[in-house]
């Protein structure tokens, strides 16, 4: 059975910063990432990570938010650095299976940005 279990929300100051992991169970997975959305607002694409590293990113995280991972331990990481208070939203871990195809969420963490 696949799990997605997200750790690492909270309350963080503009300009702070605020690491959010991500451990997959259950199956080998392709690409991995984060999204977010935000009340009121459609679920957006913040950054995702092939199994060989290679990375694409949503431009308004763009040279802010670092996404890594450890295949070994099937972990996917999201470092939010310099966040602002339109960065807060509730954070979705993503993995795809690479056999297959499914695509699999974390329950959500809650990332809210403020003074």
């Known amino acids: 059975q696949v799990q997605l279990v997200e750790s690492g929300g909270g309350l963080v100051q503009p300009g702070g910063s605020l690491r959010l992991s991500c451990a997959a169970s259950?199956?080998?997975?392709?690409?991995m990432g984060w999204y977010r959305q935000a009340p009121g607002k459609q679920r957006e694409l913040v950054a995702t990570?092939?199994?060989?590293?290679?990375?694409n990113y949503a431009d308004s995280v763009k040279g802010r938010f670092t996404i890594s991972r450890d295949n070994a331990k099937n972990t996917v990481d999201l470092q939010m650095n310099s966040p602002k208070p339109v960065d807060t939203a509730v954070y979705y871990c993503?993995?795809?299976?690479?056999?297959?195809?499914?695509?699999?969420w974390g329950q959500g963490t809650q990332v809210t940005v403020s003074s």
């Open positions: 993503y993995a795809r299976k690479i056999v297959g195809g499914l695509d699999y």
């Open positions: 259950g199956s080998f997975f392709g690409r």
């Open positions: 990570i092939t199994r060989d590293g290679s990375t």
